[in-house]
């Protein structure tokens, strides 16, 4: 199986910087994609932003032109660096991944971490 832990939240002001951190381990053969996903309170989980193997990337349009996602395959770790953070953008924040692992091959499986949380103040 794999196991995805996420790092990097805290509770910062507006305007502030924070980087996520998701390091995937575990029977790994190969990940096809990972992402970042965030929840807040009573709202459904969203789509933040996503990365493929390939280097192909998505963006949410809340937060284009603020947030980056990047990956660093050899670590199977990804990144997200969050800039000029609004409140909007406190929530729970997923790391996500589709990949093959020894279990499941040749099917890939999605893969979630437990979340760590961002805070906007304003």
């Known amino acids: 199986q794999v196991q995805l832990v996420e790092s990097g939240g805290a509770s910062v002001q507006t305007g502030g910087s924070l980087r996520l951190s998701c390091a995937a381990s575990g029977s790994i053969v190969r990940i096809l994609a990972m992402g970042w996903y965030r929840q807040a309170p009573g709202k459904q989980r969203e789509l933040v932003a996503d990365i493929t193997s390939g280097g192909s990337t998505n963006y949410a349009d809340s937060v284009k032109g603020r947030f980056t996602i990047s990956r660093d395959a050899a670590k199977n770790t990804v990144y997200l660096q969050m800039n000029s953070l609004k409140p909007e953008d406190t929530a729970v924040y997923y790391c996500?991944?589709?990949?093959?692992?020894?279990?499941?091959?040749?099917?890939?499986?999605?893969?979630w971490g437990k979340g760590t949380l961002v805070t906007v103040s304003s």
């Open positions: 996500n991944a589709a990949a093959l692992s020894q279990a499941t091959l040749p099917h890939p499986m999605e893969y």
